[in-house]
């Protein structure tokens, strides 16, 4: 589960390039921008759900 | 941000003598995070700051200087460049190998790389802290020569040696592109980044999360080191930010004496700031908390100084110093992540701060877009990067001391004597 948290954080920096690539005016520039940076978060959320849920199971 | 001039002779001596009191701010640090530690575990930590930052220095020289290029006023057309939608795409640094040459480049070259064994030695003693009291010192070296090598260079050039970051303003409109005039991307995302990785990797201290209850308080065995630290680090931060604005910013030497200002009122709002929460949170103000701050004040400083005004530079520290002791609380309490030195809080949350702050108060349109594509790269990219490298590393070489030595104490398992000979060591309750 981290490592899938972790694979999806590079998605968003991807979108966030494609954002800047693709979109010249800077509404829908920065809009997307803070898509990718909302995708990255998610990956982070599920890498550190992930961290957790492997804490518990080796607790002692 | 201003053109690139060639130095002056007095700016070249003014920049050179405030990177000679820059090590400070590495040394601060280096001591908050040995007295935020376990007494039994002192030496090994404080030894540890020196060896990881030899280890930097040396990689850095035979290795990453190379891969993150020269920064130079010409920087933009060295390096492995490739199109995209009609734009060169620089993205990684082609220096000379071992630094040959050095001595002959330019004197903003110089004092650039320079800059750049500072920031990497900074960069890569972060983790060690949040690594205390089970990390090996030996895996903490490997670590500091891997950050050294692959990822602070790539971040280094992409920001400061005319990579893909720095030339978004040019090549897309966004503001002056990506700005971090003291390293805030650089050295504190990247470290604290780092630090996460590292105590994914590495695991708590024993006995920190009990099967049943809380997690237990492991407090830090010397405030006064850590308040010291305070203070030595303020110096070096001051130097810092003012010479990292005239290499990465060609500040003006009018805007040197408010970019000290701006660094000082950022770490005094953060004080106030979290002294006030803790003073709220617990009835008393934490000492420890206080610190990491102060701390984080100085950190959100590093992007922003050279950008915002004083008063925008209190608010900076005030919103640092509101969120520390918050994000340390969570951190530790509801995701299981135990940071002894709050590296990821301090270093990390600090840093993304600044550069967002610099996107938000910047005059030029499209910074912030500019600055927010930055921290895609550095939560997108490094994270991933170094968490994969750290990896790899752990398998070849475990992070994690064996239970005996995490038992005894770094001190005396690794160095075979104690920080506090003299001295009664308390018994740890945990490990009844």
Known sequence: ?60 | MNPALPLSDAVFALTFALLMLAPLAIAGVALINTGLGRSRSAAQALLGNLAILAVAAIVFALLGSALAGVPSATACCTGHTFQLAGKPWNWLGAGPMLLSGFASSQPLSQLAVLFEFLAVAMAAMLPWGSGMDRWRLTAGCAAAAVTAAIVFPLMAHWIWGGGWLSQLGVNFGLGAGFIDGGGAATVHVLGGLSALAVIWIAGPRKGKFPKDGLATALPGHNAVYVVFGCLLALVGWLAWNVAGAVLWLHAPLAALPVIAVNTLLAASGAIAATFAVTRVRFGKPDASLCANGWLAGLVASTACAGIVTPAESILVGLVAGIVTPLLVELLELALSIDDPSGAITVHAAGGLWGLVAAGLFAPLAGQLVAQLVGIAALLGVVLPLVYLLFAVLNRVHAFRVDPDGERIGMDLHELGGGAYPEFVIHRDESYR
């Not at chain 1, 800077?26 to 898509?35: E, G, I, Y």
């Not at chain 1, 990718?36 to 607790?59: D, K, S, T, Y």
């Open chain 1, 1 to 60: 589960m981290k490592y899938a948290g972790l694979l999806v954080m590079p998605a968003g920096f991807f979108l966030s390039i494609a954002a800047v690539i693709l979109f010249p005016a800077p509404a829908p520039r920065a809009a997307f921008v803070l898509c990718g940076l909302a995708v990255e978060g998610l990956g982070l959320a599920v890498a550190v759900r992930g961290h957790m849920e492997a804490r518990g199971e080796r607790r002692p």
